[in-house]
């Protein structure tokens, strides 16, 4: 495991794109879940399905398949809590090329990002839901719906649009 402490400092700052924030979203009585990514600087979700259990030889490759719809410049890092789910990190690394940056033991805070969006997550997915009658259609069309809500923090611009600006750079600059 590497620690956040080693994670490059531009992810700090939020300047650079493509530095990720991931957590599991748990449903009703621990037995359904959604992985949720959060992009730091854009603050675009993506939320992946994970059936059946949350063992880290299937989260993995879930994860990297997410990422694959991502352009290069916007694949930098991944920063987990310490979780069993991704403890097969090495794995999800070979697949996408994306180091992954775990979090100090009971400190959601250094994913803040990722913390206000899974609080934000629970407007669809309240406490109690069982979260395996969503399909991957319907989570992205959630994800989709909080890509389309502008935000304080971005200037009251959207997720999307901050998101289809980067896209429009083609060497991924800053584009705040």
């Known amino acids: 495991m590497v ?6 400092k531009e992810a700090d700052d939020r300047a650079v794109p493509g530095f990720w ?18 992009e730091r600087q854009t603050r675009f979700v993506m939320l992946v399905r994970i059936p059946y259990d949350r063992t880290a030889e299937r989260v993995a490759p879930l994860l990297a398949r997410k990422m694959e719809t991502l352009p290069e ?28 940056y775990f979090c100090d033991p009971h400190s959601p805070w250094q994913r ?14 309240p406490k109690g839901t069982d ?7 319907e989570l992205d069309a959630i994800a989709a719906r909080l ?11 959207t997720p999307q649009e901050k ?8 060497d991924g600059a800053s584009t705040t």
């Not at 620690?3 to 490059?8: F, Y």
């Not at 998101?163 to 083609?170: E, V």
Request: a positive charge; glycine letters at 10%; one cysteine or more.
């Open 3 to 8: 620690n956040i402490s080693d994670r490059p």
């Open 21 to 38: 924030e991931g957590d599991c979203l748990i449903g009703k009585g621990g037995k359904s879940q959604i992985a949720t990514l959060v």
């Open 73 to 100: 410049f916007m694949k930098n890092s991944l920063t987990w809590d310490q979780g069993k789910e991704l403890a097969a990190h090495k794995t999800f690394t070979m697949m996408t090329g994306m180091p992954v």
């Open 112 to 125: 803040g990002s990722n913390e206000n969006t899974n609080g934000l997550l629970r407007q669809y997915f």
């Open 131 to 137: 979260l395996s009658r969503f399909t991957q259609a």
């Open 147 to 157: 890509n389309g809500r502008p935000r304080q923090t971005l200037g009251w611009k």
């Open 163 to 170: 998101l289809d600006k980067l896209l429009l750079n083609t």
